[in-house]
């Protein structure tokens, strides 16, 4: 892993969240994680997210009042700069200064200020710094309870090859053969054993829209987490189904003007807050 280690990014939780009070905090995870086909990595499996959905949700959750920890793919889209990918043809050189005068580029970066002490940047790189790194974050949340919220927009590959079968050097292209492996699915482990009272979001994102509904419900008997987003991969941005163990809401986008996961968490933070009065009438 680059920089620093995952125990480095995980002490850093524990200190962000030392002085933390009774305010809810957001765990969400972005971006595609990388599959190497070589100890010494030169190529590797990869997927096509940039991270959009991660990096737009945690925007409304810190409008909303959450604090947010951002574990994202590293160089994948981040909240606030995900709006200005030509940010070099933005600025102009006045008095040996760069500046800008456009509205939307000043505005986010205010808002990235009032909230840079309110959201902590964790990157990852490969599956196995992924994996590794949200099981030792989720433990360092653990007593927060349901203060908790854990929102998985991260694209976790589904295959990858084990460490002993890897070659060292580079893959010679005229002895391919890929060795490849399911990936372990933690995310029951996560809800069972690390993170039991916190509320947790997975993400179902699939071609065939006939069985989108029961592989969510699948994930959700499987895992005993609290709502999977649906949506189709031509369809993402538009509309949405969350669905949890008793229904199913559809999120259109009718406004084009909006984004869609402005509504995604307005809905996901009115069930949070029913899980946290739900826990203070029992205690």
């Known amino acids: 892993m680059h920089g620093k280690s995952i125990g480095e990014h995980v002490k850093s939780v524990e200190s962000f969240i030392k002085d933390f009070g009774n305010e809810r905090i957001a765990l969400v995870t972005s971006g ?4 190497p086909l070589e100890k010494n990595t030169v190529r ?3 997927n096509f997210s940039m991270g959009t959905r991660g990096a737009t949700s945690a925007e409304y959750l810190l409008a909303v009042g959450y604090t ?3 574990m994202h793919r590293e160089s994948s889209l981040l909240p606030f700069s995900r709006h200005f990918p030509s940010l070099f043809n933005m600025l102009q050189v ?3 200064k760069a500046v800008s005068s456009d509205a939307k580029l000043i505005d986010n970066i205010q808002k990235a200020t009032q909230c840079r002490n309110r959201i902590l940047f964790v990157p990852f790189v490969t599956l196995s710094d992924y994996i590794h790194m949200l099981e030792g974050i989720c433990t360092v949340l653990k007593p927060l309870h349901e203060g908790v919220l854990v929102y998985l927009a991260a694209a976790v590959s589904d295959f990858y090859i084990k460490h002993d079968d890897l070659p060292t050097h580079k893959m010679k292209t005229e002895e391919v053969s890929l060795p490849l492996s399911v990936v372990p699915k933690n995310l ?3 809800v069972e054993n690390i993170v039991p009272r916190a509320f947790v979001v997975s993400f179902k994102l699939e071609t065939d829209e006939s069985i989108l509904v029961e592989k969510a419900r699948k994930a959700l008997s499987r895992y005993g987490h609290q709502l999977v987003v649906a949506n189709m991969l031509h369809t993402r941005k538009e509309h949405v189904v969350l669905v949890d163990n008793e229904k199913e809401i559809h999120i259109r986008l009718s406004d084009k ?9 307005g809905n996901i933070k009115e069930r949070h807050s029913d899980l946290i009065a739900n826990a203070g009438q029992a205690q």
């Open 32 to 35: 595609g994680t990388q599959v």
């Open 94 to 96: 006045e008095d040996g």
């Open 188 to 190: 029951q482990r996560l």
């Open 44 to 46: 590797f499996i990869d």
């Open 68 to 70: 947010v920890i951002f």
């Open 257 to 265: 003007t909006k984004e869609i996961e402005e509504d995604i968490i």
